[in-house]
């Protein structure tokens, strides 16, 4: 006799949540567009008011719709920065729960963030040169405040990741810093790490400007690996502290 195959119970808003989404998926309702009002969705499936609301909020923790109080679901027209929102928290939950995890995340930005400078600089115009010039001056004017710096040293990697050409890049690496930033602070705030950050940014911007993809690659590396060890002194030198 073949093995119990038992059938699973679904609650009334996964069949409701499967239904939206196909039509979602096949363009019935396109991105731009709202949802049918909750009473005319009530009707349609022949349920009541909870099942669809958590069919509603499931498909916004999914990033698929946006709900504003007073005004009927809209269906989010998707951009990169939008995808990669969508896992963020998980992702800080993530490093707060798994020591090893920020190891991992800072093994994946110096992957990616050497590639990214390898391609600014093969891609670089003009104007792009100009631009990451005019981010790392304004992190330079803001040396003395940390909070500013922070800020402003992300928008210089957001700037060089914007001049690879890929659109995914600068929301990649804003995701990046935001889901660590309570790692980057702690390097910022370090006696001396501003001069430090201020001089391998300018390095880095004179590769892109010399369109040298290895030096700029390198560049980056010699940036972020100093970072990572900066931060694992920093990490003792707490513990001995304590």
Not at 7 to 17: G, T
Request: with cysteine; proline share 5%.
């Amino acid at each position: 006799m073949a093995s119990p195959e038992p059938i699973q119970r679904r609650r009334l808003y996964e069949d409701v949540l499967d239904r939206l989404t196909e039509r979602i998926r096949n363009g019935e309702i396109a991105p731009g567009q709202q949802l049918p009002a909750e009473r005319e969705l009530m009707e349609h499936y022949g349920v009541g008011r909870p099942a669809i609301r958590e069919a509603l909020q499931a498909l916004e923790r999914a990033g698929i719709i946006e709900i504003m109080h007073g005004e009927r679901a809209r269906v989010v027209i998707p951009t990169p920065e939008r995808l990669i929102q969508q896992i963020g928290a998980g992702a800080q939950h993530l490093l707060r729960s798994d020591p090893d995890s920020l190891e991992h995340l800072k093994g994946a930005r110096v992957f990616l963030e050497c590639g990214m400078a390898q391609l600014a600089a093969t891609a670089a115009t003009e104007d792009d040169i100009r631009r990451l010039a005019a981010r790392l001056e304004e992190q330079r004017a803001a040396r003395n405040d940390p909070s500013l710096f922070l800020t402003r040293d992300m928008a210089f990697h957001c700037e060089l990741a914007r001049i690879s050409g890929n659109p995914i890049f600068p929301a990649i690496v804003q995701a990046l810093f935001e889901w660590a930033r309570e790692y980057y602070r702690g390097i910022v705030r370090a006696p001396g790490a501003e001069e430090l950050t201020l001089a391998e940014h300018q390095r880095i911007v004179d590769a892109v400007a010399a369109h040298d993809g290895e030096a700029a690659a390198q560049a980056m590396r010699e940036h972020l690996t100093r970072a990572n060890a900066l931060y694992r002194t920093l990490q003792g030198a707490t513990a001995d502290i304590s």
